[in-house]
């Protein structure tokens, strides 16, 4: 079966220190790959997405993205977090041919000042 | 960016009721609509599919006479709870894919609407 993993729970970091936010896929193909933040009581906000072409995506609000291949992996990271990027983050993976999204279970994300 | 709207963000209902929730995409034209269930600190979960001039096609284990989809046009899409139950309350979130991006491949959510049956 598809699925996306969020290994973590939570991740808590200390502002200023690097953040990973990790994320494993099991789809067939090349699948699209999204990573999406969510705070209370709001709806999904889009942070980047890679489609194909390098490795590296940067995405909004400084964030960006790993994807490997070989270890099907897409992990989230910013070099410096803030307090205000705690928040719930979602993965999100699109089977190329196919209409819908797989989300991974969310990370809660807490940056302490 | 493509936007899309909610209505209402909240709504408090008694149990045995209807409640109709709509979502709107703002400045772009949407023939494939989604809508999603959110439970306390858990992802989402796909409902059903909305098209745009037919039927919804709904996810394993959904109710389609409980969860009734109508994409009536474009723009809108809405998603009605009938006879609500306690059980039903929820966060739902809806989503649109804007067939004009190149690529075609982002979906954009709308805000949610926070259902409480009481």
């Known amino acids: 079966a598809q699925s996306v993993a969020q290994p973590e729970d939570q991740v808590n970091v200390a502002e200023g220190n690097p953040l990973t936010v990790k994320c494993t896929y099991s789809?067939?193909?090349?699948?699209?790959l999204f990573w999406y933040v969510q705070y209370p009581n709001r709806g999904l906000q889009f942070l980047l997405k890679?489609?194909?072409?390098?490795?590296l995506v940067k995405g909004s609000y400084g964030f960006e993205a790993e994807f490997n291949k070989s270890q099907t992996s897409f992990h989230l990271k910013k070099p410096s977090a803030l307090v205000s990027d705690s928040a719930l983050y979602f993965c999100a993976v699109r089977p190329r041919g196919y209409n819908k999204l797989i989300f991974g279970a969310g990370t809660r994300l807490a940056v302490h000042p | 960016g493509a936007v899309v709207s909610q209505h209402p963000s909240r709504v408090i209902c008694k149990s045995g009721t209807s409640v109709k929730i709509e979502c709107r995409s703002l400045d772009f034209q949407a023939t494939t609509m989604f809508w999603y269930r959110q439970f306390p600190k858990k992802s989402l979960m796909l409902m059903a599919t909305?098209?745009?001039?037919?039927?919804?096609?709904?996810e394993q284990g959904v109710e389609k006479d409980k969860f009734l989809i109508n994409h009536a046009s474009l723009t809108l899409s809405t998603l009605t709870v009938t006879s609500a139950h306690p059980e039903d309350s929820s966060f739902y979130i809806c989503?649109?894919?804007?067939?004009?991006?190149?690529?075609?491949?982002?979906?954009?959510f709308g805000p949610g609407t926070r259902l409480t049956v009481l």
């Open positions: 789809v067939s193909g090349n699948p699209y």
């Open positions: 909305s098209n745009e001039g037919s039927k919804a096609t709904y």
């Open positions: 989503s649109a894919r804007d067939p004009g991006l190149a690529g075609n491949n982002e979906q954009f």
């Open positions: 890679y489609i194909t072409g390098d490795n």
